[in-house]
């Protein structure tokens, strides 16, 4: 057989990432002859991390934290969405060529749509933070064409600066401070990093309605303190374990030309968080 194509997530930390054990199951849904591996870089070394993969015969990589503005900054090439997002997670290694690309929110949009059945067309949408995470998130949300996409963020300038720099997209985006968001929205998305300290980010409870979709980019054994909130008002409540795995697949697709199914993947990893 001949020498598997080498792919890898790099990091620093990296060996908490599910990214081998999810591309080794698509690898082997396709039929694909690859390896898959945990990279750690420096954290002053990571382009340095990145040449000598390459020069390895490395033909890809995905790129988590705190590296993605730094791979954003290394690759030769970008995507749109990854120029639009200031931040990349995959790269594509052809003849020394490093294309940069940024799958988190297309990951969220299918997430969204396809598994939790969700259309984003026409509807009203809250993206909460305006950080990296959101940053990523916005232009794909855009492409669903939205009623409505309004930022919000405890600093509300900064929601300003996002809505601005993506308003030639759509002149359905506005932004907006936590404390003076009104009416329900159709889809709540919680991407600022509250949950990870266990935290609420400061909103009005009556954002959500019993049609509201609440999605929170975090996963883990129990629902978040911002999925809990939104169940309290009647809200349907989704956690980022199927933006992570789909996010993936999309990956896996630009590396690959094959887009894997990812529902098995999904239900095992999440038996396995729970």
């Excluded at 855009?142 to 509300?156: D, K, S, V, Y």
Aim: one cysteine or more; aromatic letters at 6%; a neutral charge.
């Amino acid at each position: 057989m001949a020498t598997p194509d080498r792919y890898a997530v790099i990091g620093h930390p990296v060996a908490h990432s599910k990214s081998p054990a999810i591309h080794s199951a698509f690898a082997a849904q396709t039929g694909q002859n690859l390896s898959y591996e945990r990279l750690l870089s420096p954290l002053d070394g990571f382009a340095a991390t990145v040449r000598t993969f390459i020069e390895q015969g490395g033909k890809g990589l995905n790129v988590t934290l705190p590296f993605k503005v730094e791979a954003h900054a290394l690759a030769d090439s970008l995507t749109p969405r990854a120029r639009c997002a200031g931040a990349v997670n995959t790269l594509k290694i052809t003849d020394g060529h490093i294309l940069g690309d940024n799958t988190d929110g297309a990951g969220l949009v299918t997430d969204i749509e396809r598994n939790a059945g969700v259309m984003l067309s026409g509807k009203r949408i809250l993206l909460l933070g305006a950080g990296g995470a959101a940053r990523g998130a916005i232009l794909p949300l855009l492409e669903a064409r939205p009623a409505a996409l309004t930022i919000a963020n405890r600093t509300p300038e900064k929601a300003a600066v996002l809505a601005r720099e993506f308003a030639p997209f759509s002149a359905a985006i506005e932004a907006s401070a936590f404390g003076i968001l009104h009416g329900r929205f159709d889809i709540v998305i919680n991407a600022t990093s509250a949950s990870l300290g266990n935290e609420l980010p400061p909103v009005p409870a009556a954002i959500f309605g019993a049609e509201t979709l609440a999605y929170d980019m975090m996963y883990g054994k129990q629902p978040t303190v911002f999925m809990k909130f939104a169940q309290q008002q009647g809200a349907a409540i989704r956690d980022g374990l199927g933006m992570l795995v789909e996010q993936a697949a999309e990956s896996f697709y630009l590396w690959r030309g094959i887009r894997p199914e990812t529902a098995g993947i999904f239900a095992e990893l999440r038996a396995a968080v729970e």
